[in-house]
């Protein structure tokens, strides 16, 4: 067996670990009894309570996820009158400016804040994806030596 073989075995054990956790949560919120004269915000917080206590790894990806940063279309040096401007941008929800998606900047996490200032020259502020926090994760639990 091949390093290769290794790291697909360990990366496919991993997601279906994910997969499987993804599924209790949804099965839970799926099936979950209102109590009587409880909010839908009450239910909502039930829900979320369990799934931070039996899968607390599912809502820091979540929060962690990663957000894919694209250029503005006025500095992406696409030609306005080619085939196909119309389709590859589109004004953002955000700001109301245009973006390219035929060029692709990188991603970067939509929580981390970058207090040491060496994040990505194209978003200074914001930690590249995966972030510190998701790449904890992925290295999984630290083993404790004897």
Do not use: F
């Amino acid at each position: 067996m091949t390093i290769a073989d290794d790291l697909n075995r360990i990366g496919n054990d991993l997601l279906k670990r994910r997969v499987r956790a993804a599924e209790a949560v949804a099965w839970q919120a799926l099936n979950i009894t209102p109590n009587p004269s409880e909010t839908a915000t009450e239910v909502l917080a039930r829900i979320r309570y369990s799934a931070e206590r039996n899968h607390p790894e599912l809502l820091t990806r979540l929060e962690h996820s990663r957000q894919e940063i694209l250029p503005l279309a006025d500095d992406c040096g696409c030609d306005p009158n080619g085939d196909g401007y119309g389709d590859d941008h589109c004004e953002s929800g955000e700001a109301g400016e245009y973006l390219c998606a035929r060029r692709h900047l990188g991603w970067v996490c939509g929580t981390c804040i970058n207090k040491d200032d060496d994040g990505p020259s194209w978003r200074p502020d914001r930690h590249e994806w995966p972030c510190p926090t998701v790449a904890a994760l992925d290295a999984g639990p630290i083993e404790a030596t004897p």
